[in-house]
Each structure stands twice: as C-alpha cells, then as structure tokens.
C-alpha cells in the first residue's frame, strides 16, 4: 500500500512539473526544446524585385519564469529601429532556456 501511494505521488509530482515548466517562458516557434531553444523562422513577406541593399531593425521581448514578460517586439518597434518606412520581409529569432529565460525578437528587412 504504501508503495503504491509513492506511485501516485510521484506521477503527481511529475505531471504538475510537467504542467508549471511549459507554462513557463514560452515563445513563439516552429519547434521546441524543452531544454534549450534557438529558431530562426520566417514570419512575413511582401513580394519585392529588389532585395539589395536592406536595412535591418530589431525589437524583442524577454520573459523571466514565465511570471515577468517585458518588452516590444512589434513590427512597428522594429522599424523605427532601423529606420525602415517599407518593409520587404519580416522573420523572428526565438530562444528559450529551460523554460526560465526566452525571448522573442522581429527582425525587419525594408527601405
């Protein structure tokens, strides 16, 4: 009997483990780690016949235990980053580590 109550106990301790880390700093991506996270991936394009020459602007946000998220990773914050009025295309960089510490950046690619 007393085994088995260290059965539930331990399936109980690891489902609600299991629950509390993936809630924990979570971001966008194709794919995820549950360890480590590093993507790079497409968001949005707009067709364009000359891709030369492109400035570049950034804007993130971070997230802390999945309990304090801060920042502006707009499309917008990132185009006034880079001083860009057309975007050309857009794609995010997202990491996460161990679920404690992730962020999510926009990176645009314009005129």
């Not at 009997?1 to 109980?12: D, G, I, K, P």
């Not at 030369?52 to 914050?77: C, H, V």
Request: with cysteine; proline share 3%; aromatic share 10%.
């Amino acid at each position: 009997m007393r085994q088995r109550f260290s059965s539930y106990l331990l399936v109980a301790l690891l489902l609600s483990s299991t629950v509390l880390v993936t809630g924990c700093a979570a971001v966008a991506t194709p794919i995820y780690g549950g360890l480590y996270t590093e993507v790079q991936a497409p968001l949005q394009v707009t067709p364009s016949e000359d891709t030369g020459d492109l400035k570049e602007g950034r804007a993130m946000a971070e997230s802390y235990l999945g309990l304090i998220a801060t920042g502006d990773a707009s499309i917008r914050a990132a185009m006034e980053d880079g001083g860009i009025t057309e975007v050309v295309y857009v794609d995010y960089e997202s990491t996460s580590i161990l679920g404690l510490y992730a962020t999510f950046t926009v990176v645009v690619y314009g005129r």
